[in-house]
């Protein structure tokens, strides 16, 4: 059964740090992978989907990479906001499973 | 319509009633997901539709939650004898095709008391 891990669990960084999450996974045979943003009472946001044959995606001052054989993705932010704050989750599409989310607070 | 809607938002019910929870996808997706969030975890998934049958209902808890999609569009998740425990968030999302990108409703609160 395909388990997702993200670390840390939270992270508070001042404004303007580039900041790196990070999204593990145990079956490497993943078919797309997907990050969202989630506010708080909110649904979750799409932020960028890398599909099997993608090695990264960019959108603005995101960048998500997936590594399939280490079993990893990571989501780039540059240049950090304090409204970026919020959690941030992956998702392995083949198999339906979800991190537990990286809780981001940008102080001012 | 533009995006998934869910209906209601919240829903507060008495221990032991029956609860149906609305889903309507994103127009000419194929693929429908039910998710399960509880506060400070992921969304955890409970089944998946393609089309109007159920593709993979492995995440159902037990027999109390069943899903319908009979005309291959709207969802509804049905509840029944709820418990306290069933409280959270329950979200949907729709794809264009199976494995595909995720958009997401807003969600449905469940509150049972």
């Known amino acids: 059964k395909q388990e997702v891990t993200q670390i840390p669990a939270a992270l508070s960084v001042p404004e303007g740090e580039n900041l790196v999450l990070n999204c593990s996974f145990t079956d490497s045979a993943i078919y797309n992978l997907q990050w969202f943003r989630q506010d708080p009472g909110k649904g979750l946001t799409s932020l960028l989907l890398i599909q099997s044959s993608q090695r990264e995606q960019t959108s603005g001052r995101l960048n998500a990479s997936l590594d399939k054989s280490s079993g990893r993705s990571t989501l780039y932010i540059a240049a950090s906001q304090p409204g970026d704050s919020a959690t941030y989750l992956c998702?392995?599409?083949?198999?339906?499973?979800f991190g537990a989310g990286t809780r981001l607070t940008v102080k001012p | 319509g533009a995006g998934v809607s869910q209906t209601p938002s919240n829903k507060v019910t008495e221990k032991g009633k029956y609860v149906e929870l609305r889903c309507d996808p994103i127009s000419g997706h194929t693929a429908l997901y039910w998710y399960r969030q509880s506060l400070g975890q992921g969304p955890e998934f409970l089944i998946y539709f393609q089309g109007t049958g159920a593709a993979d209902d492995s995440g159902l808890p037990n027999d109390r939650f069943f899903a319908v999609r009979p005309e291959g569009s709207v969802s509804t998740l049905k509840i029944q004898r709820t418990e306290r425990g069933d409280s959270a968030v329950y979200l949907c999302a729709s794809s264009p095709d199976p494995a595909g990108e995720l958009f997401f409703g807003e969600g449905s609160r469940l509150t049972v008391l």
């Open positions: 998702a392995v599409l083949s198999d339906m499973r």
